[in-house]
């Protein structure tokens, strides 16, 4: 059976956004690379079940391509979905770094809670807590 190797997200600056992967929400930082033959910069950061890839398209001339992800809105998709032990934790970080949550906490009683974030590049987080 195939198994999750990672998921890839485009950002628009490579740096801030390792900041923001791995600062704010804790995941640790894997290798960076800059592929100037296909033109583009990438990181892998450190997640259990499945790595995340943060990549920023580069211009012939290997210097950053402006980009602007859509304004998040319901229903999140596509996302990225984060499981933690404690969502209410992860939520007070997440607002302590001035991250805003775009809806939640949810729950299905007895089963699950689940809040969402948007990274600085309006990509879709999703905070997963299985009861």
């Known amino acids: 059976m195939p198994r999750l190797d990672h998921v890839a997200l485009r950002v628009a600056d490579l740096d801030a ?16 690379e ?3 033959e296909h033109h583009e910069a990438f990181a892998y950061l450190e997640a259990a079940g499945g790595n995340l890839e943060l990549l920023q398209l580069l211009d ?6 402006p ?3 859509p304004a998040p809105a319901p229903p999140y998709c596509p996302h990225v979905a984060l499981g933690v032990d ?4 992860m939520a007070a970080t997440l607002s302590a770094a001035g991250v805003p ?8 009683p007895g089963r699950v809670r689940w809040a969402y974030v948007a990274d600085p590049d309006n990509n879709v987080l999703e905070f997963v807590q299985w009861l």
């Open 101 to 108: 949550l775009l809806a939640g906490p949810l729950e299905i």
């Open 34 to 36: 800059l592929d100037t």
């Open 60 to 65: 012939a001339e290997n210097r950053p391509v």
């Open 17 to 32: 956004s390792i900041a923001f992967y791995t600062e704010t929400i804790g995941l640790p930082f894997m290798f960076r």
């Open 86 to 89: 404690d969502l209410d934790g």
């Open 67 to 69: 980009f602007s992800a």
